[in-house]
């Protein structure tokens, strides 16, 4: 089953990518199944310690997607070399509340677990937001939304 969603390109044109849901992801057979490696990813991506890690860092400020989704910001990945931006979704293709690893375009992820879930991103991916177009890194949303509070 394929999902359709938009990416934004550094031209800031939207660009239509088809995803493949984790069911129809291939998966390696054998007793030895250990995931799929991305044979074109280059490691040392983001993996989701790191997103646990940067929540931890940035509790209590709008790098959060608790503290910022009602100023309208959007859990959200950008690839740095290509610009193209992709919200966080689930594995289904339902937009996610929170930054998760799965939904992304394939060849964003790098590694994957044996039952096809995403593990580990290609170098090059960083976390943010999207809000009204834009992408906003966590520093970014943080900044944007201390500003907003200290006008009010």
């Not at 060849?107 to 090059?124: F, H, T």
Request: proline share 3%; with cysteine; hydrophobic share 35%.
């Amino acid at each position: 089953m394929l999902h359709f969603f938009q990416t934004q390109g550094a031209s800031g044109k939207q660009v239509g990518d088809e995803v493949a849901s984790r069911g129809d992801t291939e998966r390696r057979l054998g007793s030895k199944a250990r995931g799929r490696r991305n044979p074109s990813a280059r490691r040392s991506g983001l993996c989701g310690c790191d997103l646990v890690s940067q929540n931890s860092a940035y509790q209590g400020t709008g790098g959060v997607s608790e503290n910022n989704r009602a100023s309208g910001f959007l859990p959200a990945y950008q690839h740095l070399d290509s610009g193209e931006t992709a919200l966080s979704r689930f594995s289904d293709g339902r937009p996610a509340p929170i930054h998760l690893l799965d939904g992304l375009p394939q060849a964003w992820v790098a590694d994957r677990d044996a039952s096809g879930r995403a593990q580990c991103l290609i170098a090059g991916i960083t976390v943010g937001f999207v809000r009204e177009g834009r992408f906003y890194t966590r520093e970014e949303a943080a900044r944007w939304l201390a500003d907003r509070k200290a006008s009010a």
